[in-house]
């Protein structure tokens, strides 16, 4: 019998498996993909290995690196390219100015500020300064702060590309709090929103905000798997966890039980797995485990399914869970040596209402990572673009829509020609598909938009719940707020914790 079984092989799945087998529990991961790693994946065009999920991760108290050093791989850790990315809009195309917080720029008269709003946005941005700032509401839309502050350019042009790239949602439905701690903070003891912004430039430490690993970030997900191997964790893959149930709560005299009883169960859990049709890893036929503890470690919409089977109390995952939002990523290999001037730095974030361009973000990846780009022979670039959900910035022309798995609303496909035309537009030269040495789309589904105002109190709520039930217990980004960052750093607190109950000690719960 596992002592533990970990739904969802992502890195936050991981994570808990390997820090539980490092602890001495038998554990089963099951993942319903035939692959492991969740958003962080690999996927190789024209026989390049490239991250078609996550590609950096924060440095924020430098969680990620000491994970990533301790898998053997810090040597492997390294910045982007400091050059920056450039913003485009209906217009015109420029680099992001120098001194900002999420495109809130902290000097609003600076030259590269007024090269993307005019002088007239400038000034209006200026403004900020000499309104006084009678009280900071207790507000959260980040969309109205920089508006009444700073004026509607700055919103359009500046916050709003940015916001879109990092977290996949307009600023008028992010949470300041999440997006940018202390920013409202700062305001009032700085008495303005660019003051706020220079203050917390200040506070955060030299150097890049992001790094990656030489090789792409899916190096993670192999390091982790080959850890937890090592230390005796078993894999399901191309399996789905149907049900979770708890055998004190099954009906006395029922199959499930009386099943369960025939077993010799000892687990107060049993965890039904179905192999997934059309994979390629799965299990031939449907598995039962009986364990001590189940660690849900899946997307948010299944993870409510879950925890309402294990028992969490309904009223607390009740809250109005917005939509699933999908976000496809698509990859160019293409030769052409005019990119080898790095027409646009790292990457161009995208203006709502840019002409011509249905992508919401390209990121031109050999010039934002020195290992790629050496990787590469001459004259060869990787691309990568990011197509948002099928809304206002989805036009009609993009391309053929692929029904995204799990049922959650479809993401948008963009075909070939829409990604090349896309690329030429952003990087401001005329590329050819004759040229593309290879083209890849990835569709990620329900990936939820996390830094959207109530998100932070829903999961709380949820996680309360889940701390009344014995032997459960939640990881992974929809929980902890979006990003690996905080993914680790919450996935190996729970982790710790659960061990520490699994091993009869008291459980200390972090604030
Ligand atoms: C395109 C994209 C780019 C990103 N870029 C970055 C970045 O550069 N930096 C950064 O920090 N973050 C980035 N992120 C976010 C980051 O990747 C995620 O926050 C993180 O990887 C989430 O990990 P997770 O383990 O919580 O969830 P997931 O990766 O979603 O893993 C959950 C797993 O559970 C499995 N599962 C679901 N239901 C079941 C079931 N019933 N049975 C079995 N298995 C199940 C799923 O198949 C999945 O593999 C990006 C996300 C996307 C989509």
Redesign the pocket.
């Known amino acids: 019998m596992p002592d533990v079984i970990v ?7 991981l994570l808990a498996a390997r820090q539980l087998a490092h602890l001495g529990n038998a554990v089963v991961v ?4 035939d692959a492991l ?4 994946a690999r996927s190789t065009v024209a026989g390049v290995d490239l991250d078609s ?6 440095t924020r108290k430098g969680t990620v690196a000491s994970l990533v050093t301790e898998l053997g791989l810090g040597a492997d850790i390294v910045a982007p390219n400091p050059a920056g990315a450039w913003v485009q809009w209906d217009g015109g195309a420029a680099p992001l100015p120098a001194a900002g917080v999420l495109g809130i720029p902290g000097v609003p008269l600076a030259d590269d500020v007024r090269r993307i709003i005019g002088w007239g946005g400038a000034l209006r941005a200026y403004l900020d300064r000499l309104m006084p700032l009678v009280r900071v509401r207790a507000e959260t839309d980040l969309g109205d702060i920089v508006r009444r502050r700073m004026g509607r350019l700055v919103l359009e042009r500046l916050v709003t590309p940015v916001v879109a790239g990092v977290h996949s949602a307009d600023p008028s439905v992010v949470d300041v709090h999440t997006v940018a701690p202390g920013l409202t903070q700062a305001m009032t003891t700085q008495g303005s929103l660019s003051g706020a912004v220079m203050a917390l430039r200040e506070m955060a430490p030299a150097g890049s905000q992001v790094q990656g690993i030489a090789g792409g970030m899916h190096r993670l997900i192999e390091a982790l798997e080959a850890d937890c191997r090592y230390y005796g964790v078993e894999f399901r893959t191309g ?3 149907t049900a979770v149930s708890r055998r004190d709560k099954l009906r006395p005299g029922s199959a499930e039980r009386l099943d369960a009883e025939i077993s010799g169960a000892r687990g107060q859990w049993i965890v039904e797995v179905e192999p997934v049709a059309g994979s390629v890893t799965g299990p031939d036929a449907a598995e039962n485990f009986d364990a001590r503890a189940v660690v849900v ?3 948010f919409r ?1 993870a409510l399914e ?1 925890l309402a089977q294990a028992g969490v109390e309904p009223g607390a995952l009740a809250g109005e869970w917005p939509a699933p939002a999908s ?1 496809t ?1 698509a990859t160019l290999v293409i030769d052409d040596a005019r990119l080898d001037a790095r027409p646009r730095g790292t990457g161009v974030l995208v203006a709502p209402g840019t002409p011509g361009v249905t992508a919401k973000a390209l990121t031109h990846s050999s010039a934002k990572w020195a290992w790629l780009g050496d990787s590469l022979p001459a004259g060869r670039h990787v691309v990568r673009l ?1 197509y948002g959900r099928r809304g206002p910035d989805a036009s009609a022309a993009a391309g053929r829509s692929a029904g995204a798995a799990s049922g959650a609303e479809e993401a948008l496909v963009p075909d070939l020609a829409t990604v090349v035309r896309d690329a030429s537009a952003l990087l401001g030269i005329p590329l050819s598909e004759a040229d593309v040495a290879g083209f890849a789309t990835t569709a ?1 589904a329900d ?1 939820l938009a996390f830094a959207t105002v109530g998100h932070k109190a829903r999961a709380r709520q949820v996680l309360a719940a889940v701390d009344d039930v014995d032997g459960l217990d939640v ?4 929980a902890s707020g ?4 905080a ?1 680790v750093e919450q996935t190996r607190l729970t982790a710790s914790g659960l061990a520490a109950e699994l091993r009869g000690a008291p459980r200390l719960r972090p604030e």
């Not at 739904?7 to 799945?13: C, E, K, L, P, S």
Request: charged share 10%; glycine share 24%; aromatic share 10%.
């Open positions: 739904i969802g092989g992502g890195v936050a799945g099951v993942e319903e993909r790693g969740g958003f962080v999920g996550a590609e950096s991760f924060a399996a789905r966890v470690a899946t997307g299944p879950l976000v990523v990011s990620w990936s990881v992974g980004a929809w979006t990003g690996l960052a993914t």
